[in-house]
């Protein structure tokens, strides 16, 4: 399903992939199957409701899966060229922090809380540009600057616990982007801040973005802040990706009845309702999936066929694909 | 409650050190019942042409300076560790919920001074205040149950306070106090069954700890007065033939940490069977 | 920082007025004590005499405990044994027992914490279940037992005396001869003092470490790309270190406690020993003394060690 780009080739590459963990009370699908690309300077936008497997995703492409109980079982990912899954653990290590960076959601227990700002900032300079202590604190302060924290001279010494949620998760970002990496994965950046400061970070992370022509994977439950700032979206669901493309062709004619029940199911302001549009029935349990499509038994258009196969990505054209045997009646 | 009792033993089952104290435990209680049918020798008769002998057929454990057969004389001795133990853990459970409960429950300036006093308490080597106060009172079994008792019981207060404040918290504590429940009825029928498993955890490992005090006390004299016999003071009238009679040595020791090693294990079993955050890795 | 100083400062002079209170109420009121005997016809009226004048039992209840307290530290509290004063016995023999319990608590704490470091590295191996297995025994054997046994194994083994702080034939040793002798005294009971710490300490540390793996920040370092090494002995090491801290205060207690038998066994001279020894002989000015002394060197350990864990600790140090 390679999505064929005259013009550029993708910057990361994940074709197959499926992760299981295997805990004392069976075996966890978390991940089957899902493929997709990133290509150089885009965002791609990870969407989906809690449990769909997209924070696993994430953290698979740094290989940060605990390995007993989690397992890759299947599934290649090439970034920039090379194969991650086979690289030795010392050269992943260069990976991380260094090409692919990651933040995390929340920012108060994702830094360290014994070690200043700087020090965990410096740290990966260090390691990975090989500069010396004075050098790396330049440019320190140099990243706090950017992503717009107040006398980062001052703040380049302070604890985790001195500063606000907001301007942790900024310290989050000059961390992750210290080594200026080609692709940041942001697994949640905002969902732990107030809405305000939300919608700053966000447009931080674009700015930045556009400015570092860097590729974001970006990870959310919250459809409203892929709308703000993602090039192309990949909707998940139970481990699957159940639709995927660019931005305008999701948003404006969707062509999956969970990306349409995920999108109607946000009240609008300007509408009146009685009730909320919530899509029937329950998100199924990772450890019982059933045979078929797995969202047939919520879906509205549900029809035998769906309890019998999984249906495989269909291309609905161009660069736009679903995961639904119905798709040119939806939506 | 009755799927936690079902997950809590699916996961005891699986530690196998604490299966296996709580097998040794039941073995030994066996055995401390069944003393005056296993013995094959009354343990206060003397018959001082068999003094120290080694241990052989006749003689399982060897004989002491006075001739008793020590096999015996152990076999009774595990009565007096083990009652010792339950009973002074008992009072010792007894005031430390109590003390917990009224602590983590009523708050503010009870919390306070209660806290401080456990915190006093705590400042104390347990050891010598125990050592001390059993001589002042005179060496009786009782006397030490007690002692024990009442000197063991600040770190289950610690924990049953925390419980309470957590729990006094709790939708269904506020909703019986919102329905003008009695306070001693809530304390009792509604928070305590739910604060209770730490308890159980603690309980097993004070009593491992007091086996540890009686057999403490008693090789320094304070315990269990000769001819009556303790592990510990088997211990101590072995001390002058060290080096000539081994197994008056060696054997009351081996038993007593064996005792209190299988409560040790059964209450870290417990600990961890009751723990949610270390099950689930394969 | 200085708030939380005060705090504790000021949490320790009330508890310091509550050990001196409990200890003497336990020891002047329990039943068997001195109060006691003054009423038991059978005991003669030259030692009731002796009693009264000695605890000013004629007196008020509060003006006995502060007529106590005020003797106690005027140095004029005497023995019942032999008529010296408490404080005298008492200067003679503590640094013995400090001498004891300092180098077990540094046997301690070097040996259980890299246990516990490794035993949580290699998590549910062999090694770490045999180490757990081994720490359960640790403090599930007497210590007195423990003793005799590695008295009976020394002196089989080597022929050397083990008890008391020297052997008695140094005179003609030299110089070496003498510090190692004295070295070889000191280290069979600090070692037997300290198993039970070790087996108890190690499986903190172990827990310790285990928790504070699992915790987001030790994410974020491997993701920077740092090595296991870094990550594991750098980020998650020093925080599971700081509550260690805290425990060293609860270390002193047992110590304590445990240098009584300890000091008995292997004849040292210390306070432990002279403890016991007070006991046997009903001298309840010495008992209630040490008790006093212990409660007060443990309420230290513990304020010492609490200041330590605030300065070490950035989220108490800076507010």
């Known amino acids: 399903m390679k999505i064929e780009n005259s013009k550029n080739r993708p910057l990361l590459e994940v074709r197959d992939l499926s992760i299981h963990f295997f805990t004392e009370e069976g075996v966890i699908q978390a991940v089957q199957n899902v493929s997709f690309e990133i290509y150089p300077g885009e965002i791609l936008g990870l969407v989906g409701e809690s449990g769909c497997g997209k924070s696993v995703t994430g953290l698979s492409l740094l290989r940060l899966i605990p390995i007993p109980p989690g397992r890759i079982v299947n599934g290649d990912i090439t970034f920039d060229g090379r194969s991650l899954l086979n690289l030795e653990e010392k050269e992943m290590e260069r990976v991380r922090g260094n090409d692919i960076s990651m933040i995390f959601q929340e920012p108060m227990t994702s830094l360290n809380p014994v070690f200043t700002i700087g020090d965990q900032i410096m740290e990966a300079i260090i390691l990975h540009q090989g500069l010396d202590k004075k050098a790396a604190r330049e440019r320190a302060i140099e990243m706090l600057d950017r992503v717009r924290i107040p006398s980062p001279d001052k703040t380049i010494d302070s604890y985790p616990h001195q500063l606000s949620g907001g301007m942790r998760q900024r310290a989050m970002i000059a961390m992750a982007l210290s080594c200026q990496p080609k692709l940041l994965i942001a697994d949640e950046p905002t969902t732990a801040l107030d809405v305000t400061i939300q919608a700053q970070v966000l447009e931080l992370l674009k700015e930045i973005q556009r400015e570092m022509g860097m590729s974001v994977m970006l990870i959310t439950h919250d459809l409203g802040v892929i709308a703000e700032i993602a090039d192309r979206v990949a909707v998940m669901y139970a481990g699957r990706i159940f639709e995927y493309g660019p931005i305008e062709a999701i948003f404006g004619k969707m062509r999956n009845p969970y990306t349409r029940g995920l999108m109607t199911s946000i009240p609008q302001l300007t509408e009146k309702k009685d009730r909320l549009n919530a899509i029937p029935g329950q998100v199924p349990d990772p450890m019982d999936l059933r045979v078929g499509c797995k969202f047939h038994p919520r879906c509205y258009l549900m029809i035998e066929e769906c309890k019998k196969e999984e249906p495989p990505l269909f291309q609905v054209n161009g660069d736009h694909f679903s995961r639904c045997i119905r798709w040119k009646e939806c939506c | 409650m009755e799927s936690q009792k079902k997950t809590f033993w699916h996961y005891f089952k699986k530690r196998r050190m604490a299966v296996g104290g709580l097998t040794l435990i039941l073995i030994t209680f066996l055995i401390a019942g069944l003393a005056f049918f296993l013995a094959p020798y009354d343990p206060g008769k003397t018959e001082v042409s068999m003094k120290l002998k080694a241990p052989s057929f006749q003689h399982l454990l060897g004989t002491d300076q006075l001739g008793r057969d020590i096999f015996s004389r152990m076999l009774y001795g595990s009565r007096i560790s083990l009652s010792v133990g339950f009973v002074a853990v008992g009072i010792s459970i007894f005031i430390g919920v109590l003390v917990g409960a009224l602590a983590g429950y009523y708050g503010r300036w009870i919390d306070s001074l209660l806290m401080r006093f456990v915190d006093t308490m705590l400042c104390f080597p347990s050891f010598f205040l125990i050592l001390a106060v059993v001589a002042l009172m005179g060496p009786s079994i009782f006397n030490i149950m007690v002692v024990i008792g009442v000197t063991s019981w600040m770190g289950t207060s610690r924990f049953v306070r925390a419980e309470f404040l957590s729990l006094r918290e709790r939708d269904f504590t506020q909703a019986a106090m919102a329905l003008g429940v009695k306070d001693s009825r809530i304390i009792f029928r509604h928070i305590l069954p739910n604060a209770l498993a730490p308890v159980f955890v603690t309980a097993t490992l004070k009593v491992a700890s007091a086996i540890l005090i009686e057999a403490g006390l008693s090789f320094l004299g304070f315990g269990v007065q000769p001819p009556a016999p303790s592990w510990g003071n088997i211990l101590t009238e072995g001390r002058t033939y060290i080096f000539d009679a081994w197994w008056l040595t060696v054997f009351p020791g081996l038993a007593i940490l064996i005792t209190v090693l299988s409560f040790n294990l059964l209450g870290e079993g417990l600990r961890d069977a009751l723990d949610p955050r270390l099950r689930g890795r394969k | ?319």
């Open chain 3, 1 to 319: 920082m200085v708030s939380f100083f005060l705090k504790k400062l000021f949490q320790l002079f009330v508890t310091l007025i509550g050990i001196s209170i409990i200890s003497w109420v336990v020891i002047t009121q329990a039943p068997g004590s001195p109060i006691a005997l003054t009423m038991d016809p059978k005991v003669s009226p030259v030692i009731i005499e002796q009693m009264m004048k000695n605890y000013d039992l004629d007196k008020p209840i509060y003006q006995q405990y502060y007529l106590w307290l005020k003797k106690l530290f005027t140095g004029k509290l005497y023995s019942f044994k032999d008529g010296r004063t408490v404080m005298e016995k008492i200067s003679e023999r503590i640094w013995n027992t400090l001498l004891l319990n300092l180098v077990a608590t540094i046997i301690i704490f070097s040996l259980a914490i890299p246990l516990g470091i490794f035993s949580a590295k290699r998590q549910y191996s062999f090694l770490d279940n045999l180490g757990t297995f081994g720490a359960y025994l640790g403090i599930s054997a007497p210590g007195f037992w423990l003793a005799y046994l590695l008295i009976l194994g020394t002196v089989e083994l080597f022929g050397y005396p083990v008890l008391g702080m020297r052997s008695f034939v140094t005179e003609d040793f030299t110089t070496t001869e003498i510090v190692m002798d004295r070295i070889w005294h000191l280290m069979l009971p600090s070692i037997i003092l300290a198993i039970g710490g070790i087996a108890g300490l190690s499986r903190y540390t172990r827990s310790s470490m285990l928790e504070v793996v699992r915790q987001d920040y030790v994410r974020t370092a491997k993701a920077k790309g740092l090595s296991e090494e870094t990550v594991y002995y750098k980020h998650a090491l020093r925080n599971a270190l700081l509550p260690i801290i805290t425990i060293f205060g609860f270390l002193i207690p047992d110590l304590i406690g445990g240098s009584i038998i300890m000091e008995t066994v292997f004849a040292w001279p210390g306070i432990g020993r002279l403890s016991y020894q007070a006991v046997l002989a009903r001298d309840y000015p010495v008992v209630m003394t040490i008790l006093t002394i212990s409660a007060v060197l443990t309420l230290i350990g513990n304020f010492i060690a609490d200041i330590l864990y605030g300065i070490a600790d950035p989220r108490i140090r800076y507010q």
